[in-house]
């Protein structure tokens, strides 16, 4: 718990943390059924993101006096660029791989953040880190399938999985200056990286594929309304009422919502060495999270 929060507080931000995570793992899934290409799927989640953001921020006047914080603005502008080519980038390996692969591979994005927060913040990296981290990038290559990978992968299976990696660099780049940027107004930092979005991409969508009547609506509006809109408030109004021991195991939910929807919608199953992937990534993450020593500190003796 929080030390701010009550026990009260820190149930609802449990069950918060929970939904959203929930939310969160159905991603992929939306961004498939939708039909559309990385570019124009992006494009519409910022677009009905902006939306909902836009509503529900101003009702709470989160946005009071946001036009006078210019190094704020210019500061979520650059992450907001890196966040949507991270997007774009990872629904294009989700297309070229799987669901399940690209959300593994995708999962190595925060010891991305480890390592350029002690690259170019100079912020101290405990040498057990180290060590987690390298455990977690063995899962990331044991997650791509390293045997489909040397004798049968295709070459947009393979584009897929480095689509992904690239992707996972981006969002750790994209998290790490957010991070020192949006302690104060949260919301208002993801409201411009989905308004950048749309200025980005609207020159590129496959209109086409889009202004016709069908149900890829429902989809590329819940990419908005739901995994940019809800899971975000659920996220940021959890995050400061729980432990960080608390966020770092309810992560993988994500993950593992994603690996069941690619099984029971799509069929896809993970090979034996992806399986040890995901438990090799679950390991380093909460290594890293939870700062697990690899040994013992030696006890003091006093005399």
């Keep these: 718990m929080s030390p701010s929060a009550t026990p009260a507080e820190s149930r609802t931000a449990l069950i918060q943390l929970l939904i959203a995570e929930l939310l969160i793992g159905s991603v992929g899934v939306f961004v498939h059924e939708s039909g559309q290409n990385a570019i124009t799927a992006v494009l519409f989640r910022c677009i009905f993101g902006c939306a909902f953001l836009i509503v529900w921020g101003s009702a709470r006047g989160l946005f009071r006096g946001l036009l006078g914080e210019r190094a704020l603005i210019r500061s979520a502008i650059v992450s907001g660029v890196l966040l949507v080519l991270n997007w774009v980038a990872l629904f294009a390996g989700m297309a070229r791989s799987s669901i399940g692969v690209a959300t593994m591979v995708y999962h190595f994005f925060p010891f991305v953040i480890l390592g350029m927060a002690a690259m170019f913040y100079g912020e101290r990296t405990r040498a057990a880190d180290l060590g987690w981290t390298a455990i977690a990038f063995v899962g990331v290559l044991c997650s791509a399938d390293p045997f489909k990978l040397w004798n049968s992968a295709g070459s947009g299976y393979l584009i897929g999985v480095g689509l992904t990696f690239v992707a996972a660099i981006l ?20 409201l411009i990286q989905c308004l950048v979005g749309v200025v980005m991409l609207a020159p590129f969508a496959d209109y086409a594929a889009v202004w016709t009547p069908g149900s890829h609506w429902f989809w590329l509006a819940g990419l908005g309304l739901i995994h940019s809109g809800v899971c975000y408030v659920l996220f940021y109004s959890s995050y400061p009422r729980l432990q960080v021991a608390t966020i770092a195991v309810l992560a ?52």
């Design 171 to 190: 969002c750790g780049a994209s998290l790490l200056l957010s991070r020192r940027i949006s302690r104060e107004r949260p919301f208002a930092v993801v």
């Design 252 to 303: 993988f939910i994500y993950p593992v919502i994603a690996l069941l929807l690619d099984y029971l919608v799509y069929g896809r199953t993970l090979a034996p060495v992806q399986s040890v992937g995901v438990a090799l990534i679950v390991l380093g993450t909460l290594g890293v999270n939870l700062k697990w020593q690899w040994r013992r500190r030696p006890v003091a003796v006093s005399a």
